[in-house]
């Protein structure tokens, strides 16, 4: 299955109202006629990734390994990102790099609490790469996230080395 397949079968999933009375952890007052794409699905592997919003799922076939998908939904007037990586069949430099990526993720949750500002957040991830791998500080974003708001990146709350 190509990438963009398998990002069109997920795209009409938006609209499953069976699906979504199976996610036992909604609320009971969720309404799937007020959720929305925000951007994607994106689907992508094969080492050609892009980690932009505006990325698309290419014609490509998908690879084991690392496939990465990327999606935002807007529910009602919020908006999230969410992204997952899934290791398949990957090889020992993928395991080991994903284990220092799933540490400096663990670290930077640990910094998020009340009075952390979103540089602190960066900079505590990207401190533990530096100290596992520093090789890896170069292919990581310059932004990794942000929080849940009414645009899908609100500026003010992007998770940089600068963003206070």
């Not at 899934?86 to 009340?114: C, G, V």
Request: with cysteine; aromatic share 8%; hydrophobic share 35%.
């Amino acid at each position: 299955i190509t990438h963009l397949a398998l990002s069109e079968q997920v795209n009409k999933k938006i609209d499953d109202t069976k699906l979504f009375k199976k996610v036992s952890k909604l609320p009971s007052d969720f309404d799937n006629q007020q959720l929305d794409w925000a951007y994607g699905p994106v689907i992508q592997s094969g080492g050609e990734y892009d980690m932009r919003t505006s990325a698309q799922s290419n014609e490509k076939n998908l690879h084991s390994g690392c496939i990465i998908s990327g999606l935002g939904f807007r529910y009602k007037t919020y908006c999230a990102a969410l992204a997952r990586t899934f290791l398949i069949d990957p090889s020992k430099p993928q395991t080991t790099n994903y284990k220092i990526l799933l540490a400096a993720h663990d670290a930077a949750l640990k910094e998020s609490r009340d009075g952390a500002t979103a540089k602190d957040v960066y900079n505590k991830a990207l401190g533990v790469i530096k100290s596992k791998k520093p090789e890896l500080e170069k292919h990581f974003g310059k932004n990794v996230g942000a929080a849940i708001g009414i645009e899908l990146r609100d500026a003010s709350l992007v998770l940089n080395g600068k963003n206070t």
